[in-house]
C-alpha cells in the first residue's frame, strides 16, 4: 500500500528565504507527483507536475525534484514571500490508477 | 472558464440526515473526482468517473455514500444517515484525458454534522 510522508509538518522561515520541503513514499511503481498549494478554506492549485520520467519540473521560483527510485521529491522555493504561506501538499498516482493519494502537508509560513 | 464549482460551500446538518453535493467540472473535462479532507490532512481519494462511468471507488465509500455523474457532466454526492465523523471538506477535482493530464479542485463543500 503507498504511503506518502511530509516533513516537516509546519515551516516558519523570514521573508527571502530559500526554502526546501520534504515528501516521500514507500512504493516506486508511481506514474506521476504533483505538488500542490492549499489555502486555508480554499481547494488545491496544482504547482508542478513531475512524470515518472522525469527528475525535475520548475515553474518561476519553484523547484521541483523526483527521484523515483529512493522514493523521494522535493520543492524548492527561491526568495520566499509572505504570499507564499500555505499549506503544500504533494500526491502520487500509481501507474494502475488515476487517483492521487496525498501526503498530510507541510504548514509555511513566511514571515515578513 | 469558470473552473470546478461546488454546491453548497457550507452545510451544517443534524445526525442522521441526508445530505447531496452538487460539483460541476470544467467543461469539456471528462474526468471527474470526489475526495474528502479533515483538518490537518491531506485529502483522501474517494471515486472517480470518466464521462459518466463510476470507475473506481474507495473502500471509505461506505453504502451511506453514493455519487453519480448523469450524462457525463456535473456529478452529486449523497451522505445517507449522516454521522459526526462525515464532517469534512469534501473535493470535486476535474482533469481532460491525457497522460501529463493537470487535475483542477473545486473549492471545497464543507460539512458539519451536528
Known amino acids: 500500500k503507498q504511503e506518502v510522508t511530509q516533513i516537516p509538518a509546519a515551516l516558519s522561515v523570514p521573508e527571502g528565504e530559500n526554502l526546501v520541503l520534504n515528501c516521500s513514499f514507500t512504493?516506486?511503481?508511481?506514474?506521476?507527483l504533483q505538488w500542490f498549494r492549499q489555502d486555508p478554506g480554499k481547494g488545491l492549485t496544482s504547482l508542478l507536475l513531475?512524470?515518472?520520467?522525469?527528475r525535475e519540473q520548475t515553474s518561476g521560483r519553484l523547484n521541483a525534484s523526483l527521484d523515483k527510485s529512493s522514493g523521494r521529491s522535493t520543492l524548492y522555493i527561491a526568495a520566499s514571500q509572505p504570499g507564499d504561506s500555505a499549506t503544500y501538499l504533494c500526491?502520487?498516482?500509481?501507474?494502475?490508477?488515476?487517483?492521487?493519494?496525498f501526503g498530510s502537508g507541510t504548514r509555511l509560513l513566511v514571515r515578513p | 472558464d469558470t473552473g470546478v464549482s461546488q454546491d453548497p460551500r457550507h452545510k451544517i446538518t443534524k445526525r442522521g440526515q441526508n445530505v447531496t453535493f452538487r460539483c460541476d467540472p470544467i467543461?469539456?473535462?471528462?474526468?471527474l473526482y470526489w475526495y474528502r479532507q479533515t483538518l490537518g490532512q491531506g485529502p483522501e481519494f474517494l471515486t472517480y468517473?470518466?464521462?459518466?462511468?463510476?470507475?473506481?471507488k474507495s473502500r471509505l465509500l461506505s453504502d451511506r455514500f453514493s455519487a453519480e455523474r448523469p450524462k457525463g457532466s456535473f456529478s452529486t454526492l449523497e451522505i445517507q444517515r449522516t454521522e459526526q465523523g462525515d464532517s469534512a471538506m469534501y473535493l470535486c477535482?476535474?482533469?481532460?484525458?491525457?497522460?501529463?493530464?493537470?487535475?483542477?479542485f473545486g473549492e471545497g463543500s464543507w460539512l458539519t454534522v451536528v
Open positions: 468517473f470518466q464521462n459518466e462511468a463510476q470507475l473506481e
Open positions: 477535482a476535474s482533469s481532460w484525458g491525457g497522460d501529463a493530464n493537470t487535475i483542477y
Open positions: 500526491a502520487v498516482r500509481m501507474d494502475s490508477s488515476y487517483k492521487l493519494i
Open positions: 467543461s469539456e473535462h471528462n474526468r
Open positions: 513531475i512524470q515518472s520520467s522525469q
Open positions: 512504493d516506486s511503481a508511481i506514474y506521476n
